[in-house]
């Protein structure tokens, strides 16, 4: 999202998300706004090819049991914000569009622009990639928030949802050791733009940073450690008794708990050094704001302070015009697909190498007990380019998995010759996949329990950890983790019976 404003770019549907919220107030979206991308996205859903009721039709007459994987420790999330073009990256189709120098290459029957990504050419064996994602609207911040809280930010309980990473970390911070110093849920180089904690404690917010080589400057006092020490004394003898059976709520045990991380954090060696990288590190990850933060991200799962779920925001793929373009033009935002390509194939690349060879917890690798997750909100146009030369938004999309117990070298969906639709899903359920689909496979393979339901949401509703998974309408792709790719949909695919908004 920050390349948007560092080209000077913020039309109206590419608007970056705003700021995490206070507690109890949850992905913000205004009164106006809401109305307006509801009204898209319903308009999205009911225009969106192959989203047919059938897809989604009823045949479970009884709570479905979970099926979790739980072979990862940690999960890395990329959103990769702005809709890069998957028919141009991880579901290739060559054309006379297509630039001779992406070098279309097939690696085992799967064609990938290897003078595009050519570091992560050499990672294919690692990666799946998933080809059948269809998304039910077209409107950046509302799919953008929709990813992240795998449910509609325009229902009830969407307004108040927590991040998928504010679950994780509710999940897994009774988890946590004594010395480990760090928050379960980091944030990176989001620009405020990352949905916060919803109706959760405060205490499972993402803890968000900017990653830069000298890492988090304010982990010191400038007055000295000792100077410090003594202010938080007083600070302690003056209001610590306020902080527990509070009689002015919950929201001032919650400061307290974060005053008391914040100092746990504080002169720390083990804390600074997970933020902190090399100019040499920093050169090969690309020198870009997505390498560094994948630098950080490699810090803090290699450092097991606590952190267990990262996300990181890669923006700069709204490519409208001139999506082909090695140097900026007049008429171009944001950067083009080369230079967006390059950052991502130097940054994930060089992730997957070193997690790949540092050793983990239980005996394999840090990839192993790492899933690292890569996707869009949705896709692009496919076929020739527009007559800006540029791509616009389309249902059609992709994510790409690696680590965690995913099998790698292979491809789940299989397209239409231009990209366009989904012609086998080619996994159990028959139909294409969706954001839900994703978190439900994030949870199974951290071993939580996608079907979880909370009573204790403010509405009184119970909140679902995925929305009607009970019933069926949504599912983990069991078939990235070894499982064989049946190229047959399902006769009978599992529903809900009810329209998913």
């Given at each position: 999202m920050a390349n948007h404003t560092k080209y000077g770019h913020e039309c109206e549907v590419c608007k970056p998300l705003r700021p995490a919220p206070a507690?109890?107030?949850?992905?913000?979206?205004?009164?106006?706004?809401?109305?307006?991308?509801?009204?898209?996205?319903?308009?999205?859903?009911?225009?969106?090819?192959?989203?047919?009721?059938?897809?989604?039709?009823?045949?479970?007459?009884?709570?479905?049991?979970?099926?979790?994987?739980?072979?990862?420790?940690?999960?890395?999330?990329?959103?990769?914000?702005?809709?890069?073009?998957?028919?141009?990256?991880?579901?290739?189709?060559?054309?006379?569009?297509?630039?001779?120098?992406?070098?279309?290459?097939?690696?085992?029957?799967?064609?990938?622009?290897?003078?595009?990504?050519?570091?992560?050419?050499?990672?294919?064996?690692?990666?799946?990639?998933?080809?059948?994602?269809?998304?039910?609207?077209?409107?950046?911040?509302?799919?953008?928030?929709?990813?992240?809280?795998?449910?509609?930010?325009?229902s009830a309980l969407g307004k108040i949802a927590p991040n998928i990473g504010s679950v994780v970390a509710l999940e897994f911070e009774a988890q946590r050791k004594p010395n480990q110093k760090l928050p379960v849920f980091v944030s990176l180089n989001t620009g405020g733009a990352v949905v916060g904690q919803g109706y959760f404690s405060g205490l499972y917010?993402?803890?968000?940073?900017?990653?830069?080589?000298?890492?988090?400057?304010?982990?010191?006092?400038?007055?000295?450690?000792?100077?410090?020490?003594?202010?938080?004394?007083?600070?302690?003898?003056?209001?610590?008794?306020?902080?527990?059976?509070?009689?002015?709520?919950?929201?001032?045990?919650?400061?307290?708990?974060?005053?008391?991380?914040?100092?746990?954090?504080?002169?720390?060696?083990?804390?600074?050094?997970?933020?902190?990288?090399?100019?040499?590190?920093?050169?090969?990850?690309?020198?870009?704001?997505?390498?560094?933060?994948?630098?950080?991200?490699?810090?803090?799962?290699?450092?097991?302070?606590?952190?267990?779920?990262?996300?990181?925001?890669?923006?700069?793929?709204?490519?409208?015009?001139d999506i082909y373009a090695k140097a900026a033009t007049q008429n171009q935002t944001v950067p083009g697909l080369y230079n967006q390509c390059d950052e991502l194939d130097q940054g994930l690349a060089n992730l997957l190498t070193d997690l790949a060879a540092a050793p983990g917890a239980s005996g394999g690798t840090l990839l192993d007990e790492t899933l690292v997750v890569a996707m869009g909100e949705f896709g692009r146009t496919v076929g020739p380019l527009t007559n800006q030369d540029g791509r616009d938004h389309y249902f059609q999309h992709f994510a790409v998995f690696a680590g965690g117990g995913v099998t790698g070298g292979r491809v789940i969906g299989k397209t239409t010759a231009d990209g366009g639709n989904v012609a086998e899903p080619q996994w159990s359920q028959g139909r294409p996949a969706q954001y839900e689909d994703i978190a439900a496979t994030i949870y199974s393979a951290l071993g939580i329990n996608y079907l979880t339901i909370r009573n204790d949401d403010p509405f009184g509703r119970g909140f679902e950890y995925v929305p009607f998974a009970n019933e069926g309408a949504w599912y983990p792709m069991l078939e990235l983790f070894g499982r064989s790719i049946d190229p047959r949909p399902d006769t009978n695919p599992r529903g809900s019976g009810r329209q998913i908004a």
């Open positions: 507690p109890l107030a949850g992905p913000e979206l205004g009164r106006r706004n809401f109305f307006k991308l509801a009204g898209a996205g319903v308009t999205g859903y009911f225009l969106s090819p192959l989203l047919k009721t059938e897809a989604l039709a009823a045949s479970m007459s009884a709570p479905a049991e979970a099926k979790l994987i739980g072979k990862a420790r940690n999960c890395i999330f990329i959103l990769m914000t702005g809709a890069p073009s998957n028919t141009d990256t991880f579901d290739l189709k060559v054309g006379a569009w297509t630039p001779a120098d992406f070098n279309p290459t097939s690696y085992n029957g799967v064609m990938f622009p290897q003078g595009l990504m050519p570091n992560l050419a050499n990672h294919l064996n690692r990666m799946a990639i998933v080809r059948n994602l269809r998304a039910p609207a077209l409107v950046h911040p509302l799919q953008q928030t929709w990813a992240q809280i795998a449910r509609s930010p325009s917010a993402p803890f968000d940073v900017t990653a830069a080589p000298n890492g988090i400057t304010s982990l010191v006092n400038p007055d000295g450690q000792t100077r410090f020490d003594s202010r938080y004394s007083v600070l302690q003898m003056i209001d610590s008794s306020l902080r527990t059976n509070s009689p002015l709520g919950d929201d001032v045990a919650t400061m307290g708990g974060f005053y008391d991380r914040g100092k746990g954090m504080m002169y720390d060696p083990a804390v600074d050094a997970a933020f902190k990288f090399t100019t040499d590190e920093q050169q090969r990850y690309g020198s870009s704001g997505f390498g560094n933060s994948c630098i950080v991200a490699r810090n803090l799962v290699k450092a097991d302070q606590g952190t267990r779920y990262i996300q990181i925001n890669f923006g700069g793929w709204d490519h409208h015009q």
